[in-house]
């Protein structure tokens, strides 16, 4: 069973940056598709970013293209969301997720493991 933690939310100006953490314990993550995702107030819980167990292969959402940055270190078990020129639509609870379904799935329900979330919010 992988258990997941995520750090690094916290309240951030309009145009700030953030960087969010999933550590990982009871398993290596280098098998497994890691995802970000995010659930504001009333809304969906959407796909953010993904990337591949092998770090080559990453997925964006269309809203954060160009601005957020999805990594891992398989080493240290952990993936990281760089997130830069932060708007107020970002304000959400960010959750990290992982799957072995060996493709990069963008769906919620193709997820298996999930952190319990850190909360990220962008306010003046």
């Known amino acids: 069973q992988v258990q997941l933690v995520e750090s690094g939310g916290g309240l951030v100006q309009p145009g700030g940056s953030l960087r969010l953490s999933c550590a990982a314990s009871?398993?290596?993550?280098?098998?497994?598709?890691m995802g970000w995702f995010r659930q504001a107030p009333g809304k969906k819980r959407e796909i953010v970013a993904a990337?591949?167990?092998?770090?080559?292969?990453?997925f964006y959402a269309g809203s954060v293209k160009g601005r957020f940055t999805i990594s891992r270190d398989n080493a240290k078990n952990t993936v990281y969301l760089q997130m830069n020129s932060l708007q107020s639509e970002d304000t959400a609870v960010y959750f990290c997720?992982?799957?072995?379904?060996?493709?990069?799935?963008?769906?919620?329900?193709?997820?298996?493991?999930w952190g319990q979330g850190t909360q990220v919010t962008v306010s003046s």
């Open positions: 997720a992982a799957e072995r379904k060996g493709f990069i799935a963008i769906s919620a329900t193709d997820y298996d493991h």
């Open positions: 009871g398993r290596t993550l280098s098998s497994y598709v």
């Open positions: 990337i591949g167990s092998t770090g080559s292969n990453t």
